[in-house]
């Protein structure tokens, strides 16, 4: 398994082709992909020394997605402008973060939100 394997349900798998005949010493889950870290110079067949993600990145976050459920929607348009008009002082609005909250503060939520996520 070349100092690296995944469970498949049923019998080990080898994870991608594994370690340069490195050991690896500590496996953490972070955001969805694996961190290993050991005596290794490269995993996969990349250049990693003694530290390597393994995985997916995590996707990068979208400003505009206001309630932070994942999708980009009417809701998050509403939610933002409830939350502008809200007291004291539109909780949670300020867009900018400049440290007080204004009608720029909405203006750039709007263009954000038109412009989309990446």
Known sequence: MSGLARWDGAAWQPLGS???GG???ALAGLNGAVVAGGQFSSIGGKGYSNFAVYGCPPAAPCPADFNADGSLNPDDLS???N????TP????ADFN???IVNPDDLSDFINAFFDGCP
């Open 18 to 20: 594994g370690t340069d």
């Open 23 to 25: 050991s690896v010493a």
């Open 79 to 81: 939610d933002y402008i």
């Open 83 to 86: 939350a502008y008009f809200d």
């Open 89 to 92: 002082a539109g909780a949670g």
């Open 97 to 99: 973060a400049d440290g």
